[in-house]
């Protein structure tokens, strides 16, 4: 099977390695890519939106499959223009068309899917510029904190978590008439604050059956102790104590079938994979949001533990037979540390040439933001490199992996040293 992978990514750099591995797995291609990702398979040069290049390459290349990584091509309709154009309809893509993109795309419909379906989920309203005044007579009425979303894709900056009343009503007015988060801010969700410990469950279904792969705990702020402002994620560990039998339990029988069911409910196609951010609280789970693709930094923790064929499992996605794949998850810990450029959330430095690699011996370096400039690895993203270790527990993990990050030298370099030991 050759198997054309979309993004460029620590997220599909873990993506890379895994299905490097598979038997099933004859070529791979990954577009971009990144230098990481060249060691795993071939890099082609093709932007993830462009789908007529990507169609040319498919065709040129007999890829048998395509996996996307990231949701904007999903949340744009590459799973849609591949069904559309009879060359290469053919063609699997594992990722939801438009249509189950917008459980991420919008987190309006995403509210509404899970009232429709019960799903235990944050109460709220959906508020437009024309219902501002509605909307700031609610805010005087909802209990604080209050967390303002755009209803849009906006680059995981669009989520406000008001303190006081005045805060949220200026904040609701700068989002829907000042178009705060652009086109993304239109209709704002305005969500009652859950109170809890938040984790991520994924669960990969080819639109009828589903397996629920590994949980992680991802850390998104950029300070040590959880503080400082939030990031595309500085670190993940799988499994997460927390999320014992008993909690999955809840969350298959509240959230995962309810959801599986809904979609086909709704008569709404989806194969690929289904990122639930959960809050744990007081033990009852809770979504907070759902995602159409895998997460990053989560997945570089969550592929080393799948022991299957991954290739094989995104087979039965594509075919509909994931029901007779067997699924084998390690009991082993992954602990994934991110360095990140200077700077980062903010303005970040760039083009900082990487020494160390070769010294990252008790874990895997994922690549993320580097490029290839001649013979040397640069920085070219806010994260940079995903540093993943599998150990026989979590502590080994945590110390393998935060080790290994500081073997790595680049101008401004900065890691979190605290990234699980909370849950231990
Ligand atoms: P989202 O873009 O929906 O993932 O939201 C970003 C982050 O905001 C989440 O990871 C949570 O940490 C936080 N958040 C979102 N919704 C809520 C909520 N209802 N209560 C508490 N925290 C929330
Ligand atoms: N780590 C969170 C995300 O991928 O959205």
Known sequence: MNILLIGSGGRESAFAWKLSQSPLCSQLFIAPGNPGTAAYGTNVNLKVTDFEGIKAFALANAVNMVLVGPEEPLVKGIHDFFLNDEQ??????IGPQQEGAQLEG???????????????????????????????????????????KADGLAAGKG????????????????????????????KVVVEQFLQGIELSVFVLTDGNSYKILPEAKDYKR???????????????????????????????ERVIIPTINGLKQDSIPYKGFVFIGLMNCDGEPYVIEYNCRMGDPETESVMPRIESDFADLLKGVAEGTLAEKELVISDKVA??????????????????????????????????????????????????????????????????????????????????????????
Not at 88 to 93: A, E, G, L, S
Not at 223 to 252: C, H, I, R, Y
Request: charged content about 20%.
């Open 222 to 252: 950029i300070g040590e102790g959880d503080t400082g402002l939030n990031t595309g994620g500085m670190g993940s560990v799988s499994p997460v104590p927390f999320a014992d039998a008993a909690f999955m339990q809840k969350v298959e």
């Open 159 to 186: 989520v406000l978590i008001c303190l006081t009343l005045q805060e949220a009503q200026t904040e609701l007015v700068e989002m829907l008439t000042n178009a705060k988060f652009g086109a993304a801010s239109s």
């Open 88 to 93: 290469i309809k053919h063609i699997p893509v």
């Open 106 to 148: 919008s987190k309006d419909f995403s509210k509404q899917f899970m009232n429709r379906h019960n799903i235990p989920t944050a109460k709220s309203q959906t508020f437009t510029s024309e219902t501002l005044q509605d909307g700031l007579t609610y805010l005087a009425g909802a209990g604080l904190p209050v967390v303002l």
């Open 335 to 424: 602990a994934t540390v991110v360095c990140v450029a200077g700077g980062y959330p903010g303005e970040y430095l760039k083009d900082k040439t990487i020494s160390g690699l070769e010294n990252v011996r008790g874990s895997i370096a994922f690549h993320a933001g580097t490029y290839a400039d001649g013979e040397e690895i640069k920085t070219s993203g806010g994260r940079v490199l995903a540093i993943t270790s599998l150990q026989n527990d979590m502590f080994t993990a945590l110390q393998q992996a935060t080790l290994d990050a500081s073997r790595i030298y680049y101008d401004g370099k900065y890691f979190r040293k605290d990234i699980g030991f909370d849950l231990i």
